[in-house]
């Protein structure tokens, strides 16, 4: 699938590659997808021109490292994106297994054994999201929000408002690891981008993710089984903020009773600026990782300039609006053509 | 649209990128000039959204600048990752020194410990952190704030039945905040030892319209509740409007007297002390706080010195004396919390006086 590509109903199911390009229309094509790139790249001379040390590799590391937690929960929520629903349970979920996870470092399972009970977990709540989701027919956004309700209110009550911060090195070493001044957490980050890319492109189930997306009732017609589709959509994006917890707890050494809560805005926008469709069908990894560096961007810039503090976070909101309007420009333009 | 605007913006672009780029390269040689002239010192705020921490920033901009350092605020909002990935961004800026209001004690810990690895000196103020290597804690023993404020109640539920009973609403704020869960043990550790007075300890996220409707839910039920209590003063006016609507915003000595305790020592908090409606507030003393930790750092911290333990006094103080001691993450000045009440509301060195009154820092 190319970038920011979707899959028409009367093509969903065969479809592998954007339509033919030629002269002026194709350039024009690859302006429209890939300006997010531009705005990356006209921010990061912004913020430079404020403060040189945004040029640096030290700098580059830290908005890789930033940019893991970031982009694990933007990867996870454009699976139920582009199958057409919504996972507003995603930062929660991050938080809750994680703890999980930790928790069972208590009862003498080994640390890699209680990373993966934190992951497993995680789709398990993912599991239990499209199950209502296909099986109850509840609609997405409310339910997912109740389970976002449940799952802060777990993660507090389990926590009793402490911060768990006796994780053994092991556990945590993921989150603290250098190859030289490198740090080793954003190749997660990209392997798991890598994985969902190869999903998305090269497989069946990629396809009919799409095809879903595009129009549940053609794909029907076209024999593809809906409902599956969408509760892997919804385990694949409980399984990566299982990953996205464990990650975090790793690079914080600490897990806290509010875990991840400040995650869910960014992670919704991260995706929808890089392309992926809120409406389903749309979009791409490629993109995804445009949103997930714009808004790292954003917030790794804001903070070593010297604007106001009281201004900040305003200043942070318009330039994720100018971003998501150049996108709607974008997606108008490319629907227009 | 034409492509035709593509192919000029795309012309302006590069021009733009290429006057941005000659703009960096001036930008970078001034800045680091700058940087090479002034240390650099800034401060991680844990919230802008309460007036205690708006005095505290100011506090601790002004005495920054009043070293001749170079001063910058980053606020986290409550997110505990976001003020991690700040100071990260921080440490960028090669620093001299930082000083912060940890959102969470023990998740700090492991930003703390990436700036001991650059030796680059730790103040913390507020909430202190639990582990790491921090140059001086200035901060506020808030189980202690909370059974003070425990005790004020007391001791006017004593003079009003002649015996420590009555009925009592605890409208505590969120527990994820450390500071606002010590304070809810402390106070409910000191209630439980007076068996007579009942106690309603009931969650409003530290949320004005959440202390309103948990007021309000309380007097419906018991309607001659005795005493109120929040842990700051900022929310507590959800309190004041739930007791101005059931009749029961009375002056001290009125008949119907909601006895009325918080913490913090806000402004607001001296004027309704003053109109006589609040009993007292329990204070601590966000700009000592900046102070005293500036004055560690220049004096000591950044001359790669320890700061020395001990008695510290200093009169531009209410509580005028405390003791460093060595804590955990290194030594620490906890400063003894003190009550506001009408006898001296108006002693001018009360941060609440300072900050409304000298700075102008008027609530909004």
């Given at each position: 699938?190319?970038?920011?590509?979707?899959?028409?109903?009367?093509?969903?199911?065969?479809?592998?590659?954007?339509?033919?390009?030629?002269?002026?229309?194709?350039?024009?094509?690859?302006?429209?997808?890939?300006?997010?790139?531009?705005?990356?790249?006209?921010?990061?001379?912004?913020?430079?021109?404020?403060?040189?040390?945004?040029?640096?590799?030290?700098?580059?590391?830290?908005?890789?490292?930033?940019?893991?937690?970031?982009?694990?929960?933007?990867?996870?929520?454009?699976?139920?994106?582009?199958?057409?629903?919504?996972?507003?349970?995603?930062?929660?979920?991050?938080?809750?297994?994680?703890?999980?996870?930790?928790?069972?470092?208590?009862?003498?399972?080994?640390?890699?054994?209680?990373?993966?009970?934190?992951?497993?977990?995680?789709?398990?709540?993912?599991?239990?999201?499209?199950?209502?989701?296909?099986?109850?027919?509840?609609?997405?956004?409310?339910?997912?929000?109740?389970?976002?309700?449940?799952?802060?209110?777990?993660?507090?009550?389990?926590?009793?408002?402490?911060?768990?911060?006796?994780?053994?090195?092991?556990?945590?070493?993921?989150?603290?690891?250098?190859?030289?001044?490198?740090?080793?957490?954003?190749?997660?980050?990209?392997?798991?981008?890598?994985?969902?890319?190869?999903?998305?492109?090269?497989?069946?189930?990629?396809?009919?993710?799409?095809?879903?997306?595009?129009?549940?009732?053609?794909?029907?017609?076209?024999?593809?089984?809906?409902?599956?589709?969408?509760?892997?959509?919804?385990?694949?994006?409980?399984?990566?903020?299982?990953?996205?917890?464990?990650?975090?707890?790793?690079?914080?050494?600490?897990?806290?009773?509010?875990?991840?809560?400040?995650?869910?805005?960014?992670?919704?926008?991260?995706?929808?600026?890089?392309?992926?469709?809120?409406?389903?069908?749309?979009?791409?990894?490629?993109?995804?990782?445009?949103?997930?560096?714009?808004?790292?961007?954003?917030?790794?810039?804001?903070?070593?300039?010297?604007?106001?503090?009281?201004?900040?976070?305003?200043?942070?909101?318009?330039?994720?609006?100018?971003?998501?309007?150049?996108?709607?420009?974008?997606?108008?333009?490319?629907?227009?053509? | 649209?034409?492509?035709?605007?593509?192919?000029?913006?795309?012309?302006?672009?590069?021009?733009?990128?290429?006057?941005?780029?000659?703009?960096?390269?001036?930008?970078?040689?001034?800045?680091?000039?700058?940087?090479?002239?002034?240390?650099?010192?800034?401060?991680?705020?844990?919230?802008?959204?309460?007036?205690?921490?708006?005095?505290?920033?100011?506090?601790?901009?002004?005495?920054?600048?009043?070293?001749?350092?170079?001063?910058?605020?980053?606020?986290?909002?409550?997110?505990?990752?976001?003020?991690?990935?700040?100071?990260?961004?921080?440490?960028?800026?090669?620093?001299?020194?930082?000083?912060?209001?940890?959102?969470?004690?023990?998740?700090?810990?492991?930003?703390i410990?990436?700036?001991n690895?650059?030796?680059?000196p730790v103040g913390i103020?507020?909430?202190p952190a639990?582990d790491g290597g921090v140059a001086i804690t200035?901060?506020?023993?808030?189980?202690?704030?909370?059974?003070?404020?425990?005790?004020?109640?007391?001791?006017?539920?004593?003079?009003?039945?002649?015996?420590?009973?009555?009925?009592?609403?605890?409208?505590?704020?969120?527990?994820?905040?450390?500071?606002?869960?010590?304070?809810?043990?402390?106070?409910?550790?000191?209630?439980?030892?007076?068996?007579?007075?009942?106690?309603?300890?009931?969650?409003?996220?530290?949320?004005?319209?959440?202390?309103?409707?948990?007021?309000?839910?309380?007097?419906?039920?018991?309607?001659?509740?005795?005493?109120?209590?929040?842990?700051?003063?900022?929310?507590?006016?959800?309190?004041?409007?739930?007791?101005?609507?059931?009749?029961?915003?009375?002056?001290?000595?009125?008949?119907?007297?909601?006895?009325?305790?918080?913490?913090?020592?806000?402004?607001?908090?001296?004027?309704?002390?003053?109109?006589?409606?609040?009993?007292?507030?329990?204070?601590?003393?966000?700009?000592?706080?900046?102070?005293?930790?500036?004055?560690?750092?220049?004096?000591?911290a950044?001359?790669?010195?320890?700061?020395?333990?001990?008695?510290?006094?200093?009169?531009?103080?209410?509580?005028?004396?405390?003791?460093?001691?060595?804590s955990l993450t290194g030594p620490s000045?906890?400063?003894?919390?003190?009550?506001?009440?009408?006898?001296?509301?108006?002693?001018?060195?009360?941060?609440?006086?300072?900050?409304?009154?000298?700075?102008?820092?008027?609530?909004?």
């Amino acid at each position: 699938m190319s970038d920011g590509a979707s899959v028409k109903p009367s093509a969903a199911a065969s479809r592998t590659a954007g339509p033919a390009r030629s002269g002026r229309s194709s350039t024009l094509q690859w302006l429209l997808q890939n300006v997010v790139w531009f705005w990356l790249f006209g921010l990061v001379v912004i913020f430079g021109v404020f403060n040189p040390y945004f040029f640096t590799i030290n700098n580059m590391q830290n908005i890789m490292v930033q940019a893991t937690v970031l982009g694990l929960l933007a990867l996870a929520i454009s699976l139920p994106l582009l199958v057409a629903e919504i996972d507003l349970s995603i930062a929660s979920n991050m938080g809750f297994s994680s703890v999980i996870g930790a928790l069972t470092l208590n009862y003498g399972v080994p640390w890699w054994g209680g990373a993966l009970v934190g992951i497993l977990a995680g789709a398990v709540v993912g599991l239990f999201n499209g199950l209502c989701v296909t099986r109850l027919r509840m609609v997405s956004l409310i339910e997912t929000l109740a389970m976002m309700i449940i799952l802060q209110g777990a993660l507090l009550a389990i926590t009793e408002g402490n911060t768990i911060a006796n994780m053994p090195d092991e556990y945590t070493w993921i989150g603290q690891a250098t190859i030289g001044t490198w740090p080793i957490m954003p190749l997660v980050f990209v392997v798991c981008l890598a994985a969902e890319a190869i999903i998305l492109r090269r497989t069946v189930l990629g396809r009919s993710i799409y095809a879903v997306g595009g129009n549940a009732a053609a794909s029907t017609a076209a024999g593809i089984r809906v409902d599956r589709i969408k509760i892997i959509a919804f385990v694949l994006s409980g399984l990566l903020a299982g990953i996205a917890g464990y990650m975090l707890a790793a690079w914080q050494m600490a897990i806290t009773s509010n875990q991840g809560e400040g995650f869910l805005l960014y992670s919704i926008a991260a995706p929808i600026i890089g392309g992926v469709s809120v409406f389903g069908g749309r979009g791409s990894v490629v993109g995804i990782l445009g949103g997930v560096l714009l808004l790292t961007t954003i917030q790794a810039g804001l903070a070593v300039v010297s604007f106001p503090s009281f201004y900040v976070p305003m200043i942070g909101g318009l330039m994720i609006f100018v971003a998501v309007a150049i996108d709607a420009i974008r997606v108008r333009m490319s629907a227009g053509r | 649209m034409s492509t035709e605007f593509f192919r000029t913006s795309r012309r302006a672009f590069l021009k733009g990128a290429a006057a941005l780029a000659a703009g960096t390269a001036v930008g970078s040689q001034a800045s680091g000039a700058s940087a090479a002239s002034k240390p650099f010192v800034p401060y991680s705020n844990k919230s802008l959204d309460y007036y205690f921490f708006v005095a505290q920033e100011e506090a601790v901009k002004r005495a920054v600048e009043a070293q001749g350092w170079e001063f910058q605020a980053v606020n986290a909002n409550f997110d505990n990752t976001r003020q991690l990935q700040q100071w990260q961004n921080l440490l960028l800026k090669n620093p001299a020194a930082i000083i912060s209001d940890p959102i969470d004690s023990q998740a700090i810990a492991s930003a703390i410990k990436r700036f001991n690895k650059k030796k680059i000196p730790v103040g913390i103020i507020d909430t202190p952190a639990s582990d790491g290597g921090v140059a001086i804690t200035v901060d506020f023993d808030n189980y202690q704030g909370g059974a003070m404020a425990a005790e004020q109640i007391i001791k006017l539920l004593t003079a009003r039945h002649g015996s420590p009973k009555g009925s009592v609403l605890n409208a505590y704020g969120a527990l994820q905040s450390v500071a606002w869960r010590l304070r809810k043990e402390g106070f409910e550790a000191t209630m439980q030892k007076y068996p007579d007075i009942k106690l309603y300890s009931r969650p409003t996220e530290g949320m004005i319209d959440k202390m309103q409707s948990v007021t309000l839910a309380t007097l419906a039920e018991v309607p001659d509740l005795d005493a109120v209590h929040a842990p700051s003063d900022t929310p507590s006016r959800g309190i004041v409007t739930a007791l101005q609507q059931k009749g029961r915003w009375k002056k001290v000595g009125e008949d119907g007297h909601a006895i009325f305790v918080n913490i913090d020592g806000e402004p607001i908090a001296h004027q309704w002390i003053k109109d006589g409606y609040m009993d007292a507030s329990v204070a601590q003393d966000p700009i000592a706080y900046a102070e005293i930790t500036v004055e560690m750092l220049s004096k000591y911290a950044m001359k790669q010195q320890p700061v020395p333990t001990g008695p510290y006094e200093n009169k531009k103080y209410y509580w005028e004396r405390g003791v460093i001691t060595d804590s955990l993450t290194g030594p620490s000045l906890i400063i003894p919390p003190f009550v506001i009440n009408k006898d001296n509301v108006d002693d001018k060195r009360m941060w609440g006086n300072i900050a409304y009154n000298e700075w102008g820092l008027k609530y909004k």
